[in-house]
């Protein structure tokens, strides 16, 4: 309505003005690289009011995002602050993502093993967030194990063990830092252009020459439909391939937990017994799923980082690599590196001291025919090995370790899983879960699911979005 | 993703979280009445913060308010802060809305005129925005005139005069305050219910009977599409009587410029002028169109008032308390009622101190085939008559008059327009939008545009509402 626009906008010195932004995408239309840099950058700077970002990022949840949006907002967040450059390590840089999940530990597994079989993993990590553990959270129960390190010492630490695992700094992707918070309190967290630039802006912005992502399906996983989970992963492929960087995404399965332990000390306990060659364990109990993903997802890693042909050959040479005990050192020496005190693990149980241990028995005999994962990870988190409130410390004794798995006939009274709470209070809640998140049922369930149901690279990914945009 | 959804939300104490109402309306699904007023008491209050605000404002643009939110919302904002009450004062409170106009002046005429046949008229007016002018600015063109009056004071001179025209008091409508302003920086005005909402809370919280509501159509509207103009027109019809106030709404022709005058003194000038009885000027200066749409708003008040049993017979009412003068003897007295030194209107032209006077001549021959009336509402503002920020003054001097209208024939060199400016320096943008908004084609344009093309009542507001969401 206002012929030069200017009266009602805050930022009339710059190129645009952000209430034309807002309209444009209001009206569905799609905005420009150069239209999506401002934005990015006023987000970053703090030019553009949070109303204003709101308004805007509300607009682009309900109308979506376009595939060239998606890859102007991931580039320009990616390019919103410093920068980590790996080039100088002389070695190929591999990175990979998990979309989160309820005792995903295979970072720990697929860092050192990458790392042995010859790339580098500079991998940037997050902290608890909603039902989901955190990659932070659990390294921190290792006495004195810093994840705050400058990139100078980041750099030093991949030099000396081939790979390190730490947090995000404060001068790193700052656009994501300060759209992640406000699409959290404005109901614009599910949307794929906007998980994609947040994931892979977080990644990119470390340099790397490949990636393999790890997209969750299932009960315990972000995105309940299949669907999405397959549109978001051609997504990411597609777009961090535009990028420069070599990427695969796997969509794998998260109807249960992965692996035995869910909590922060135990899932490093049950990652470091896998590094040390250990078979996994079998029957109800079996933690075999934990290592196949790991051996997989590693293979890709090094298929994708140019030290294996196929993914197939990367596995073999991550699984030798598992069974020589070369990975297990290079974990100790990276958790050495950052200030760790490794010696803990050498008497794992002596160091666990949760507040309160409570066996949770099965209330009737049956088969367990399901496990709503989101409310087992919530369960988790409310032991108090998450937060209610961001900043809050987590219990890195507290969690939960599971004794049968999905399709597991059980007895009434067998154990089901041992909750570690950091007090007899603090069993309530989590107990009042598991109640309602495992269902037995007289019959066993249907055929098994697959633990990996599909693979995107850079080809399928790019005919899947053509066809999904049609 | 938080099964108590209370970690993420800054007002965990009330009975909703806001973070749920904006997913809800995100979705697409309507919210009820209490949760309706609960974003309004937090919009008023600033226990929402304004980007939550502003992310629900976006989702309700693009998704839509349904007609019982629509009605919930004017109705929460209306209670949202102090409200007049004019039941003291014994007689039926009718007011006037338009939607905003170019040169329209019609509240000087109406607001006297319905008084003057027996209806009090207590009328909360607004200030000129983007290309419209402003009643509360063109007032102030009088030396001395108060618009800032208490709520008392409003009381008393409606209780002297019959009627009354001030500003909006802090404490009347907040939550239209608070969400107004957020609307305009995020681009969230033009939405039916939000329109709505916005206009009617503040009418209705003036306690009154009975309202008129003029929404322009044509080239210097809000709303350019006659559906949309139809569709706000029978909302806020609906949604007032709903509310308890009878209320028509006339849909009236802003094709060109209302009158002659358009700017902030020459406006109540030429308003007096035909206070005074005197007969419309004629031919291609006419402003008999001014005149009729008077008479015809002022005739419905009277007759929604009560006073006059059909609309028609309340136009005729108003006529003779045009032509005995009585209307003018309660405009001046209000004038003086509210501070102003009614002395002004004896030599309007000596008041007349425009900073720069320029005449805009036809630059070929021909007839005036259209007229952009948005943009000459922007010369309007632009000659110094509006303001480019909030808070800025207004020069009362300044405006442009129209010397000739839609479908007269023109020949070269005949004055188009008077344009008055601040400045000499403020002519040019002005000049520059005449040229452009006047279209001087060869051939007569076609038939006269209807001066009030469609009235609703509650009866054909409601069918019609019923048949537009079917």
């Known amino acids: 309505m206002n012929p030069s626009g200017n009266s009602r906008d805050s930022t009339s010195s710059a190129p645009f003005h952000m ?5 444009k995408k209001r009206d569905g239309a799609a905005l420009d690289a150069r239209e999506i840099e401002f934005v990015v950058s006023g987000a970053a700077s ?11 990022l509300m607009a682009a949840w309900i109308r979506g995002l376009t595939l060239d949006e998606t890859r102007a907002l991931t580039m320009a967040m990616r390019d919103s602050g410093e920068k980590f450059s790996p080039a100088r390590l002389g070695k190929t840089a591999v990175d990979k993502h998990s979309s989160g999940g309820v005792g995903d530990k295979t970072s720990f597994l697929v860092a050192p093993l990458a790392a042995a079989c010859g790339v580098v993993v500079p991998m940037i990590s997050g902290r608890a ?40 700094t404060p001068a790193l992707v700052p656009a994501d830092r300060a759209l992640y918070a406000l699409r959290d309190r404005t109901g614009t967290v599910e949307n794929p252009g906007l998980i994609c630039a947040s994931i892979l802006s977080k990644k990119l912005a470390a340099g790397l020459d490949a990636l393999v992502l790890d997209v969750k399906t299932g009960s315990g996983a972000f995105l309940r439909s299949e669907k999405d989970c397959e549109f978001l992963a051609a997504l990411m492929v597609a777009t961090a391939g535009a990028a420069g960087t070599r990427t695969a995404a796997l969509l794998t399965d998260m109807g249960q937990p992965l692996g035995r332990a869910a909590g922060n000390w135990i899932e490093l306990v049950e990652a470091v ?3 040390r060659g250990t078979r996994p364990a079998e029957g109800p109990e079996s933690n075999a799923d934990l290592r196949e993903l790991s051996l997989i997802l590693a293979g890709w890693m090094i298929h994708l980082g140019s030290q294996a042909d196929t993914p197939e050959s990367g596995y073999e040479r991550a699984e030798t690599a598992l069974m020589n005990g070369s990975a297990l050192r290079i974990f100790l020496e990276m958790v050495d590196a950052q200030g760790g005190d490794a010696r803990v693990f050498e008497d794992a149980d002596a160091f666990h001291r949760p507040g309160a241990t409570e066996i949770f028995e099965a209330w009737e005999s049956g088969y367990i025919a399901e496990m709503d994962t989101t409310a087992l990870g919530w369960a988790v988190q409310r032991t108090g090995a998450g937060r209610e409130q961001a900043g809050e410390p987590v219990d890195p004794h507290a969690g939960i370790l599971f004794h049968a798995r999905r399709g597991a006939e059980v007895e009434r009274g067998q154990p089901l899983a041992t909750l570690y709470a950091t007090s007899a209070a603090r069993l309530e809640e989590p107990r009042a879960l598991l109640r309602k998140a495992i269902l037995i049922s007289k019959s066993p369930p249907g055929a098994a699911v697959a633990l990996v149901s599909r693979i995107f690279t850079r080809e399928n990914a790019e005919k899947f979005l053509q066809d999904a945009v049609r």
């Open 19 to 23: 209430i034309d932004l807002i309209r």
């Open 46 to 56: 703090g030019a553009i009011p949070l109303e204003q970002l709101a308004a805007w």
């Open 129 to 168: 967030l909603g039902h989901t553990g955190g990659t932070l959270d659990k390294l921190e129960a290792i006495p004195g194990y810093r994840t705050a390190l400058s990139l100078a010492e980041f750099e030093a630490v991949i030099q000396k063990c081939g790979c390190s695992i730490v947090g995000q």
């Open 273 to 275: 017994e896998l590094l």
